[in-house]
């Protein structure tokens, strides 16, 4: 079973790049593994694969820097997008402490648990809270053992445990809708929360008021047919910041998948993303600055262009495997960045992408 926890909680370095790869996409995986350890985003790694499909030409602009948009609710009657909106903030329960989400997605939300006086490089586990009208995403499973356990909540919940021993606790929060939190594996056999901790942290959970989803960036221009999925970010310093986008054929029909991986198996119904990263990138990863304007090393086997932002503090990247370069590096051209290090100038998603880009426009 794979679900978002294990493409959160196990380090890049257990997916290296299938031997078909070159030495670039060796040294450039290594390097994002770097930083990714070095921000405590662990996410899964393996490389993506070229393929042949053709995509309307976007005409190049110049860069523009965004100005700071206040937030304003999203409707969602017929006709307008969802409202892209995280729909409960941080907590804590005994030594406990859930961060506000850093994740949302299509079918849920997540959040760390991190308990005073753990691994200060790992949170002890994840809160994944499903949108309602999602269905338990563990229920489905094949291979998983179901354990009931007392009601949390007034509601029911059980304990998952997978073929491998890994264990998780499922419960429904609303009449339709669930939530899971996930443990961080501590060596064979043995996790970072106890299944007490886990219904500790369960119990404690609660809705609050709705708040917009905020990205460092805004697009005027996104592919057609293709819908935007994830937003995400480094929990603690918010960098890198991470947008997925994928065409609607597989975007709606997998709407309860919360996680597709960041760089998802060649042989997947994934493999066609558009990822977007606003990036503080470790020496060496980029080549050039801000005086060379968008660049596509990878342009004869793969689609990736990026930019320096003003400054040569951050870079904007953009990768799809199916995009060709021109259309590619016309789209990074068109991207207006906010200021990545000011979270306060950092649009809300309903706001930053075209509504055809998102579900239900």
């Given at each position: 079973?794979?679900?978002e ?93 859930v ?14 648990i ?56 499922v ?26 901790e ?13 708040t917009?989803?905020?990205v ?14 994830l ?20 975007a ?48 004869n ?61």
């Amino acid at each position: 079973m794979r679900t978002e926890m294990y493409d959160l909680l196990y380090q890049a370095a257990q997916d290296p790049p299938p031997p078909r790869y070159d030495v670039e996409d060796v040294v450039r995986a290594g390097k994002r593994r770097q930083r990714r350890r070095r921000t405590g985003w662990a996410v899964g790694a393996a490389l993506a694969v070229a393929v042949a499909v053709t995509v309307p030409q976007i005409v190049t602009h110049p860069p523009r820097r965004v100005q700071p948009v206040t937030p304003t609710p999203s409707v969602t009657t017929a006709g307008k997008p969802r409202a892209i909106n995280f729909t409960f903030g941080g907590y804590t329960t005994g030594r406990f402490s859930v961060s506000t989400p850093f994740r949302w997605t299509l079918a849920g939300m997540s959040a760390e648990i991190r308990k005073k006086g753990g691994d200060p490089a790992s949170p002890e586990g994840i809160l994944t809270v499903y949108h309602p009208g999602v269905a338990d995403p563990i229920a489905a499973e094949k291979g998983v053992k179901r354990t009931t356990t007392s009601p949390i909540g007034g509601r029911p919940a059980y304990f998952g445990t997978d073929q491998g021993g890994f264990p998780m606790l499922v419960w429904q929060y609303a009449a339709d809708a669930s939530a899971v939190v996930a443990p961080r594996s501590a060596g064979p056999g043995g996790y970072a929360m106890t299944k007490a901790e886990m219904r500790q942290v369960a119990a404690a959970f609660h809705l609050g008021n709705a708040t917009p989803v905020v990205v460092p960036f805004r697009m005027t221009v996104v592919p057609p047919g293709y819908r935007l999925v994830l937003a995400q970010w480094e929990p603690t310093e918010g960098l890198p910041a991470m947008i997925r986008f994928l065409p609607v054929s597989v975007a709606n029909p997998r709407i309860s998948d919360v996680d597709h991986g960041p760089e998802p198996d060649p042989h997947s119904a994934y493999a066609d993303q558009l990822r977007i990263e606003v990036v503080k990138p470790v020496p060496g990863e980029f080549a050039g600055d801000s005086s060379s304007g968008t660049q596509c090393p990878e342009a004869n086997h793969g689609g990736r262009c990026y930019r320096w932002l003003p400054g040569d503090k951050y870079v904007v990247e953009a990768l799809c495997r199916v995009v060709v370069k021109d259309p590619l590096a016309g789209l990074v051209d068109r991207i207006e960045v906010a200021d990545p290090g000011n979270r306060a100038t950092w649009l809300p998603a309903n706001q930053a992408f075209p509504a055809s880009a998102q579900v239900g426009g």
